[in-house]
Nanobody, 120 residues
Framework: QVQLVESGGGLVQAGGSLRLSCAVS????????MGWYRQAPGKQRELVAT???????NYADSVKGRFTISRDNAKNTEYLQMNSLKPEDTAIYYC??????????????WGQGTQVTVSS
């Protein structure tokens, strides 16, 4: 019933920028926290950034000052603006949302992942 569809990944050169989008669709009441995670080859999935429904953000140290997470509650969409990209940012990026169902159950829902590749 609830889907997260990601877009915006691709191949960029080091120093470039990308903007990822994640749209939540389906039947639900509201969305609590949203976030972005990534998984690089041979590494565990790691948190990149989170944002609460009120707009409070949190970032991994590795992306602070370069990435910006935001959300548009009217569109049920979150974004990740990635600037000054580095090769070590190369990973599959997954969006996540804590979706409150019509039955008031909080569900952690994941997007399908989008590949971000940063070349040097």
């Amino acid at each position: 019933q609830v889907q997260l569809v990601e877009s915006g990944g691709g191949l960029v050169q080091a120093g470039g920028s990308l903007r990822l989008s994640c749209a939540v669709s389906g039947s639900f009441r509201s969305i609590n926290d949203m976030g972005w995670y990534r998984q690089a080859p041979g590494k565990q999935r790691e948190l990149v950034a989170t944002i609460t429904s009120g707009g409070t953000t949190n970032y991994a140290d590795s992306v602070k000052g370069r990435f910006t997470i935001s959300r548009d509650n009217a569109k049920n969409t979150e974004y990740l603006q990635m600037n000054s990209l580095k090769p070590e940012d190369t990973a599959i990026y997954y969006c996540n949302a804590k979706v409150v169902s019509r039955l008031f159950v909080v569900m952690s829902v994941w997007g399908q992942g989008t590949q971000v590749t940063v070349s040097s």
